[in-house]
Structure formats: C-alpha cells, structure tokens
C-alpha cells in the first residue's frame, strides 16, 4: 500500500535517518526526556511509542506492560493522548481515524491516508475537536491521560 502511494523505500533505506540516530535527536533538544509541557497526541499508538521507546533505549522491549508504561511516562511524560482511547465512552464513535474523523464532521486537509503527515495533522485535528466537544472538564481530560489503546483499560 504505501509503495502505491508513492514511497520509495529503496531512497530511504540509501539516504533515509538511522532510528537512533533520530531517537537522539529528539533527546538533544529536549523533545523527549525532560519535564516538558509537551502533550502527545496519537491514534492506537502502542506500536507508536513501542517503536519510539526501542529506538529511544537502543534495547528490546520490557516485558511487563507496567515497565513499558513507566519508560513512555519517563521519556514522553504524563501529558500523552491517544483519540482511540479517548473515543471508548461514547459508543457512535468507532473504527479507523478516518470514520471518527468523518462522524465528527472533520476533514482532511492535507496529503492522502496512510501516509505519517497527513495522518498525523487528521489525528491532532480529530484530538482537538473530541477535547472540545467532549472534554471541556480540564479534570475529565486528565483522566483520559496516559492511555495508550489498546494497552489501557
């Protein structure tokens, strides 16, 4: 899928970023590993932060889902939202980020589906509108904090 969507995976593998070398990129500059103020958003992202923490530790995964959830909180903190969890009380909100998006009323406005950018701008756009429409209770939107679908309960 993404071949037919136009990326070229050969130019990426020649002149692409080394995971860790990425990974320590974003500890130079204070984007992950510090108290930062910054709220992470993402769509089912345990495979997200999986990755994210593998390349950020250079090690394998933790075994236990408490660890693993520990190393997410050190590394991204505690302000971390995923829109599919977010989404489980209200039941006529279901499937992909493109059918929330749709019920929602929210459109894509840049690039096609499946692809990390377009993705990324819909997920914080489907974010925004979910806060405002269902969260607007600062203490109710915490408590939806440091839950990673489907790792979360």
């Known amino acids: 899928m993404l071949k037919s969507r136009g990326l070229n995976f050969e130019f990426h593998r020649v002149e692409g970023i080394l995971s860790y070398d990425f990974a320590q990129a974003m500890l130079d500059i ?6 930062n103020e ?3 958003v993402t769509f089912h992202g345990a ?3 999986g990755y994210l923490i593998k390349a950020l530790t250079r090690s394998t995964l933790p ?3 408490q660890d693993f959830l520990n190393l ?3 590394y991204f903190g505690t302000h971390v939202y995923d829109v599919k969890h977010m989404i489980k009380p ?3 909100l279901f499937g992909g980020l493109e059918a929330i998006a749709a019920r929602i009323r929210v459109c894509r ?7 990390a950018g377009s993705d990324s701008l819909l997920t914080q756009m489907v974010h925004a509108k979910i806060k405002a429409d269902y969260f ?3 203490e109710l939107y915490e408590k939806v904090a440091e839950k990673i679908h489907p790792l979360a309960n």
């Open 63 to 65: 075994d236990s889902l």
């Open 38 to 40: 910054i709220h992470w």
């Open 72 to 74: 997410v909180q050190l």
């Open 90 to 92: 209200f039941p006529y």
């Open 30 to 35: 204070g984007l992950v590993g510090g108290a």
């Open 47 to 49: 495979y997200d932060f």
């Open 136 to 138: 607007q209770d600062a």
């Open 109 to 115: 406005v840049l690039g096609a589906g499946h692809q």
